[in-house]
């Protein structure tokens, strides 16, 4: 039987992962200390690796497909196929940036000011790449953590990635430039995506996994609405398409069934009430596929 090797990321996105992979409809059981999760699908075999290293190990063939950053298949240099782009992360949806910052008070303006100063960052290779590109010689040198805190004794400025810059802005620290804007993607190695059955299995897996995240911030909506108000009651719902209309048992009523933004609910349901709607019920979902 074909197998596909999925790398799964281990650390700061591996909580989310999981519970991603189970509302995609995959339970997937990861023992303490092993990094060879049991997943209910005898055609995948995981293997739990840091997203830094998902990449190379991917490109190598040694995994068929993993999640990993952007930033990490950018950092490694890995020809890899961005099979999907999954926007997810420890707590928020949204893309993360690897920014230069400075202290307040120091002299760096841009890029150029950075000639014969020490950087820090985990970052190593993007950072060289980026003095590359704007003709700057300087220091970099890799940062096993809390590289906030190094300037601005034990470096002149830093590499870092932010969501919203607060911690950066907590050790009183300034960004100076973007050096990359990045967001989780579903990879594969470019051999393995040729062979028919691996392709068929990571595209249904990508598609899955996009429906999970479009399913985020949405929530389904039924109600019951007699004849008279039908239209009205229409009016006022949003929906992905169309909503669903049902008759119903009783001669002149309707189920109607819909999926919309779940902060639009807030907003329409007393809306909905006044038009003559009944038994209005919102219920969460686990996928939306379009």
């Avoid at 949003?238 to 009523?253: C, D, K």
Wanted: charged share 25%; glycine share 6%; proline share 5%.
């Amino acid at each position: 039987m074909p197998v596909l090797r999925l790398g799964l990321p281990k650390g700061s996105l591996e909580e989310t992962t999981l519970e991603m992979f189970r509302k995609a409809g995959y339970k997937i059981t990861v023992q303490s200390r092993s990094y060879y999760p049991a997943i209910d699908d005898a055609e995948i075999e995981c293997i739990m690796i840091r997203a830094q290293e998902m990449a190379r190990y991917v490109e190598e063939g040694i995994l068929d497909a993993g999640l990993t950053g952007h930033d990490w298949v950018i950092e490694t240099g890995a020809d890899v196929l961005e099979v999907a782009e999954l926007v997810y992360g420890k707590v928020g949806r949204k893309p993360l940036r690897w920014v230069l910052a400075v202290p307040e008070n120091s002299a760096i303006k841009g890029p150029q000011d950075l000639a014969g100063k020490r950087i820090a960052t985990e970052a190593v290779g993007m950072t060289k790449r980026y003095l590359e590109k704007h003709g700057v010689s300087a220091s970099v040198e890799f940062s096993w953590g809390a590289t906030e805190v190094k300037p601005p004794k034990l470096a002149d400025a830093i590499v870092e990635i932010t969501e919203t810059g607060s911690s950066l802005r907590a050790n009183n620290l300034r960004i100076v430039d973007t050096l990359c804007e990045t967001t989780t993607r579903f990879i594969a190695n470019k051999d393995s995506y040729q062979d028919a059955w691996k392709k068929a299995k990571v595209d249904r897996l990508a598609l899955l996994l996009q429906s999970v995240l479009r399913a985020e911030t949405k929530v389904g909506l039924m109600l019951n609405v007699n004849q008279a108000c039908l239209q009205k009651v229409l009016a006022i719902m949003p929906a992905l398409h169309r909503p669903t209309v049902s008759p119903l048992t009783e001669e002149g009523w309707f189920a109607l069934i819909t999926v919309v933004d779940e902060m639009v609910v807030r907003e329409i349901v007393p809306e909905l009430l006044a038009a003559g709607a009944e038994g209005i019920v919102e219920f969460p979902l686990n996928k939306v596929v379009p």
